[in-house]
Antibody, heavy 118, light 104 residues
């Protein structure tokens, strides 16, 4: 069974750094792209970027390029999303999802709620 | 960036109706598009896609059509469990539409 297990919710002060994780199981981690999607409550999802764990190739959305870093550790089947300096506007739910060619994101994590507040 | 525009923003239907949601792209995305259903407090769930050999399971009431810049999601025999927000997504730049909220 394919599963994507995301790290717990975080409450962070503005300016702090953060890394959230997405641990996968039930399929070959290195054979599929993993994507990260941001969703502010009440708004549409926004694609942030994808990583191919097989070679760590990353493609970022222009809107998020330089704002976040996406990485993966294939030894533990885990993808990461990190920030060096969070802003209050980064408050949102963040999802990881597996990308299947021509089929979209077929399996999703439950999401990690990141709240940036002083 | 490719912009995806959905209509309507809100859709009110009765049980058993067939409803249509449209997604228009600002430029051609050929056939690379998927539709998602998102229920309150849950992650999106893929409904339709262009992969011909992927099983749809209990999603047979949901069908997608179109190419180029105009696409349609058809939901047949609407059920109370279909209450959700529906999004389209293209796969050139992975942009999502702004969503269509279905009410019963």
């Amino acid at each position: 069974e394919v599963q994507l297990e995301q790290s717990e919710a975080e409450v962070i002060n503005p300016g702090e750094s953060l890394r959230i994780s997405c641990q996968t199981s039930g399929y070959s981690f290195t054979d599929y792209w993993i994507g990260w999607v941001r969703q502010v409550p009440g708004e549409a999802p926004e694609w942030m970027g994808n990583i191919y764990p097989g070679d760590s190739h990353v493609r970022y959305s222009p809107s998020f390029q330089g704002q976040v870093t996406i990485s993966a550790d294939k030894s533990i089947n885990t993808a990461y999303l990190q920030w060096t300096s969070l802003k209050t506007s980064d408050t949102a739910m963040y999802y990881c999802a597996r990308l299947v060619s021509l089929a979209g994101f077929d399996f999703w994590g439950r999401g990690t709620l990141v709240t940036v507040s002083s | 960036d490719i912009q995806m525009t959905q209509s309507p923003s809100t859709l009110s239907a009765s049980v058993g109706d067939t409803v249509f949601i449209t997604c228009r792209a600002s430029q051609s995305v050929t056939s690379w598009l998927a539709w998602y259903q998102q229920k309150l407090g849950k992650a999106p769930k893929v409904l339709t896609h262009m992969a011909p050999d992927l099983e749809s399971g209990d999603l047979s009431r949901f069908s997608g059509s179109g190419s180029g810049t105009e696409f349609t999601l058809t939901i047949s025999s609407v059920q109370p469990d279909d209450v959700a927000t529906y999004y389209c997504q293209e796969f050139n730049g992975y942009s999502f539409g702004q969503g269509t909220k279905l009410e019963i």
